[in-house]
């Protein structure tokens, strides 16, 4: 079976820096997404990583490390727009194009 | 508006009634998923089709779930039977063969079953 586990809420104020980290058991791994869920709203594609490193996109960018199962996701320059919730998730293969999401992280910008 | 649109956006039944939902993906998008998100929860994988095709179904999926994409354009997901239990947000998502690998899935503003 699939497992991804990421801390359940994060606090922190404007302008700040988060990290959310991500560890994946899965039954295969091909790639690791990330996805922000306003309260009420559709998940949103942030990143992608499929190789070990950094992708940067912006004030977001998300890591991966293949040998460790493990991600993480860096939001940089805190907005209040940034409260949502986010999400890992791991592609297992190829082939398989669905996705296995972890439980989310809830982050609570304040002022 | 050219994004994931899925109909309707609220559902409430009664226990036992049947319930179909509608999605229609990004035009063309070939991949299209459903999803079931409950809250506190990320979304949990239900069905995903290639074109017209129903490549994977999720061991969620019991007997009194069906999804069809009959043209290889929008699809239903039609509950069977609901029991309290299937309250939660369906949520619909399409991607393409092309876009980052194809791993990028846009997800649609979802329907939200409530069993009485």
């Known amino acids: 079976g699939q497992s991804l586990e990421q801390p359940s809420e994060v606090t922190a104020v404007e302008g700040a820096i988060v990290q959310i980290n991500c560890t994946y058991q899965?039954?295969?791994?091909?790639?690791l997404s990330w996805y922000q869920q306003h309260d009420g709203g559709a998940p949103t594609f942030l990143s992608y990583?499929?190789?070990?490193g950094l992708e940067e996109t912006g004030r977001f960018s998300s890591f991966l490390s293949r040998s460790d199962s493990y991600g993480y996701l860096l939001l940089q320059e805190l907005q209040m727009k940034d409260s949502a919730s986010y999400f890992c998730a791991v592609r297992d293969s190829f082939n398989d194009y669905k996705l296995s999401f972890g439980a989310g992280t809830t982050v609570t910008v304040r002022a | 508006d050219t994004g994931v649109s899925q109909d309707p956006r609220h559902k409430i039944t009664k226990r036992g009634q049947n319930v179909t939902f509608r999605c229609d993906p990004i035009s063309e998008h070939n991949r299209l998923y459903w999803y079931r998100q409950t809250l506190g929860q990320g979304p949990e994988f239900l069905t995903y089709?290639?074109?017209?095709?129903?490549?994977?179904k999720s061991r969620l999926l019991s007997d009194r779930f069906s999804a069809e994409r009959p043209k290889g354009s929008f699809s239903t997901l039609e509950i069977q039977r609901t029991e309290q239990g299937d309250s939660a947000m369906y949520l619909c998502?399409?991607?393409?063969?092309?876009?980052?690998?194809?791993?990028?899935?846009?997800f649609g503003p979802g329907t939200r079953l409530t069993v009485l």
């Open positions: 899965t039954s295969g791994f091909y790639g």
């Open positions: 998502a399409s991607s393409s063969m092309m876009g980052l690998v194809g791993n990028e899935q846009f």
């Open positions: 089709f290639q074109n017209e095709a129903q490549l994977e």
């Open positions: 990583n499929a190789l070990d």
